[in-house]
T-cell receptor
């Protein structure tokens, strides 16, 4: 079974631009979560989608948004990029997003904001 | 609020020696606990999890972890370290019931295995 895939793997943007990241979950997984990983803050939860609905949201500004499609693929959008948005963005999928479900992570998208 | 502490930023061990990466947690109710490993420029890979039952959990690549409810700990262990085990290790906790199931991750522990 194919793992979680994320595209693109690397992105370089400038301040003020916007960016869209894509995540394809493992086949059959309906829950997709997004995380931001930085050296200073570690792994921070952005949001979780299940059946095309945002079910949970972390403490990030409204510039960060996402959506999920009927095939469970998910996209994350960041508008008006800031230098501090430079990070590794990780997507994780699980069957139902329940507490005991294992999350499987993609390789991440490395975003650099100049 | 739930939290995870990984008290050591870095653990150094010689190849062939046993290794321990420490994790303590705080959560309301019963915890579900996870260990992940991250290699450079890669996402997190699942190692093992504790849901219920036997306090000693065996996982991938020869790793195991021991759940200790009284000490609220879930330390990761391996009897004989390999150089290829060098990576960043994350502990995570989720509450088993009530509220959201968003996991909380520790800050990570860098394991360095010396030849």
């Amino acid at each position: 079974k194919a793992g979680v895939t994320q595209t693109p793997r690397y992105l370089i943007k400038t301040r003020g631009q916007q960016v869209t990241l894509s995540c394809s979950p493992i086949s059959g997984h309906r829950s997709v979560s997004w995380y931001q990983q930085t050296p200073g803050q570690g792994l921070q939860f952005l949001f979780e989608y299940f059946s095309e609905t945002q079910r949970n949201k972390g403490n990030f500004p409204g510039r960060f948004s996402g959506r999920q499609f009927s095939n469970s693929r998910s996209e994350m959008n960041v508008s008006t990029l800031e230098l501090g948005d430079s990070a590794l963005y990780l997507c994780a999928s699980s069957l139902q997003g329940q507490a005991l479900d294992t999350q499987y992570f993609g390789p991440g998208t490395r975003l650099t904001v100049l | 609020a739930q939290s995870v502490a990984q008290p050591e930023d870095q653990v150094n061990v010689a190849e062939g020696n046993p290794l321990t990466v420490k994790c303590t947690y705080s959560v309301s109710g019963n915890p579900y606990l996870f260990w992940y490993v991250q290699y450079p420029n890669r996402g997190l890979q699942f190692l093992l999890k504790y849901i219920t039952g036997d306090n000693l959990v065996k996982g991938s690549y020869g790793f195991e972890a021991e759940f200790n409810k009284s000490q609220t700990s879930f330390h990761l262990k391996k009897p004989s370290a390999l150089v290829s085990d060098s990576a960043l290790y994350f502990c995570a906790v989720r509450r088993s019931s009530g509220g959201s199931y968003i996991p909380t991750f520790g800050r990570g522990t860098s394991l360095i295995v010396h030849p």
